[in-house]
């Protein structure tokens, strides 16, 4: 009798997630599989969603009705299956953002990268496995400057009966940062890129979609926390934001971070944090102040000269019970938007929670150079479409390549062998030698403007990779948050300036494990990975609006020999170009 309820409610759930395809909610549930392992389903439909902010109300694309997104919820090594159906006008794809991805790249994402966007009434599964991977991450839209409103977290629980590597929080709670613009986001980057300037700054800051009281007539709209006195609290931040990186900070709290990037690090305490955009931490707070409502700030770190951005802070409460509804907050003290040493001095303290095994023996040292660009304008009507400083046109790029995407995926001319897309050139080291870090050769009217190309660069099965990142002053030096796909990479070193391995100082015992690497302003930082994960994987920075100026490159990995070691057949409902 049990059995037969038990099959009928599995048969309830199943009909829920294969037929019910009006509902507005989202469908997450688990079957168990052998070994204890789940299966988790989830149903995103992509639809646009009025909402009214800022005074301002407009129609923006989200995830089920929902802004920010439905949040994944997961086990270490579950299976996770997203069916995502495009019922907006906007061409879509999603990327779940620090999800290794082993053996399914054709999951990962990033459009014209590993598959074409969903068009229209198109849909598309996700299939892939948390293999070893546990913490925060997040997904988000990895097409145009969609990701502004269609961003989730993804939050993989430790397997049943792990601890934590420290005392169990009272509760946990999700904190996303973003950027909320009251214009569409699709012509907004448009408009960016024909006027061949800079981007407009966003209009507000969000902390879980929510701007907070400094903002013109956004007085309600605030996120709150409430806390129990004396209990201790643990946050997963996000920065969800697609052009801003952000100091984060709790009037008069101290933040502990425990995990970066989805993976333990030493407790180290600190006052505030920084985080570029594709970056997560999960930070310990104890409510152990009087009883009072604080404020939960986030203001912009903005390292490069001359650019404008949006310096009004935004703020939500962390407020204690017993606090009065209308007590004022209490100030957070945030760093300086260019207070580089506040960036740095987290950064130092950052060290995987144990010893790990860094590949000593490289195979392959790459040097890449990471900055911006002008380029030549070659437009009739320069004063309209050749806005950057000296009469150019905004580009960026690495190894003075600036990315182009193809109109097919790289994933898919490479797994087909379609000529004509791509190409496997990208240089393993700059095309030229200079100061990086403090000449500025590049600019106008120095002319060596980066090229434009789809270029690649292929690995082998299992080569142990060490990656100099070096920003140039081209335009400005700044810090840019690289993201690499389909790894996560120990950060060996960095430094300020330029890379001297001579002097560079190398972490081999303990360095995190990130996928996002914040490359310090003026400086390099050293990364190493093992290519063992074959397929197509992006690299970029993910300043959105460098992204589109190709600050990016693709990694081919091609298979090796053994059964584990090749990339499947790609799924037969794969988006066609
Ligand atoms: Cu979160 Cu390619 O990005």
């Not at 399914?104 to 299939?127: A, R």
């Not at 806390?227 to 709290?253: C, D, M, S, W």
């Not at 009507?381 to 995407?405: H, L």
């Not at 003026?522 to 197509?536: E, H, S």
Request: with cysteine; net charge neutral.
């Amino acid at each position: 009798m049990t059995n037969l309820i038990t099959a009928l409610f599995i048969y309830f759930l199943l009909y829920l997630f294969l037929f019910n395809n009006h509902s507005n909610y989202v469908v997450g549930f688990t079957s168990q599989r052998q070994g204890g392992r789940s299966t988790i389903f989830y149903d995103f439909k992509v639809q646009t969603t009025r909402i009214t902010k800022l005074c301002n109300t407009k129609d923006i694309p989200t995830i089920n009705g929902m802004y920010p997104g439905p949040v994944v919820y997961a086990q270490e090594d579950d299976k996770v299956i997203i069916r995502v159906t495009n019922e907006s006008p906007y061409n879509i794809t999603i990327h779940w953002h620090g999800i290794q991805q082993r053996l399914s790249c054709w999951s990962d994402g990033p459009s014209y990268i590993t598959q074409c966007p969903m068009q229209t009434g198109q849909n598309f599964t996700y299939e892939f496995t948390l293999q070893q991977q546990k913490g925060t991450f997040f997904w988000h839209a990895h097409v145009s400057w969609l990701r502004a409103t269609l961003y989730g977290a993804i939050v993989v629980y430790t397997k049943k009966g792990v601890p934590y590597p420290f005392k169990f929080p009272y509760e946990e709670h999700i904190i996303m940062l973003g950027e909320y613009w009251m214009k569409d986001m699709v012509q907004i980057e448009q408009a960016v890129l024909a006027s061949g300037g800079a981007p407009p700054p966003a209009d507000a800051f969000t902390i879980n979609g929510q701007p907070g009281p400094n903002y013109n007539c956004s007085a309600n709209d605030i996120y709150k926390l409430d806390v129990v006195p004396g209990k201790t609290y643990l946050l997963r931040l996000i920065n969800a934001a697609l052009n801003q990186e952000h100091f984060f900070a709790i009037a008069n709290h101290k933040l502990t971070i425990v995990e970066v990037d989805g993976e333990y690090t030493k407790p180290l305490t600190t006052d505030r944090v920084m985080l570029g955009p594709g970056q997560t931490l999960n930070v310990l707070v104890t409510a152990d102040k009087p009883i009072a409502r604080y404020s939960m700030a986030i203001g912009p770190y903005q390292s490069a000269k001359n650019v404008s951005f949006q310096n009004i802070t935004s703020i939500a409460y962390f407020q204690y019970f017993g606090a009065t509804a209308n007590d004022l907050s209490l100030p957070a003290a945030l760093p300086r938007f260019d207070d580089n040493l506040a960036v740095k001095t987290v950064m130092d303290g950052i060290k995987s929670l144990h010893p790990v095994a860094v590949p000593n023996d490289i195979d392959r040292n790459l040097f890449v150079t990471i900055g911006l660009n002008v380029q030549k304008c070659r437009s009739k009507n320069p004063q309209k479409d050749c806005k950057a400083k000296g009469g150019g046109v905004m580009a960026a790029s690495m190894n003075n390549i600036s990315f182009s995407n193809p109109n097919i995926s790289i994933l898919e001319a490479y797994y087909k062998n379609i000529n004509g897309y791509f190409t496997e050139d990208f240089p393993g080291v700059p095309l030229k030698f200079y100061d990086f870090a403090n000449g500025a050769p590049n600019n106008p009217p120095n002319d060596t403007n980066s090229l434009n190309g789809t270029r690649t660069y292929v690995l082998d099965y299992g080569t142990r990779v060490q990656l100099i990142l070096q920003d140039t002053s081209t335009v400005s030096t700044e810090n840019h948050p690289i993201h690499l796909h389909g790894y996560s990479f120990y950060v060996v070193g960095y430094g300020t300036g330029n890379y001297d391995p001579d002097t560079a100082d190398f972490n081999l015992v303990d360095p995190p494990y990130m996928n996002t690497i914040g490359v310090p302003v003026g400086g390099w930082a050293a990364i190493r990975f093992v290519a063992d994960n074959p397929g197509v994987w992006f690299m970029h920075c993910h300043l959105e609006i460098h992204l589109s100026w190709g600050l990016s490159v693709v990694f081919i990995v091609k298979n090796g020999e053994g059964p584990l070691e090749r990339l499947p057949h790609p799924p037969a409902d794969l988006p066609r170009c």
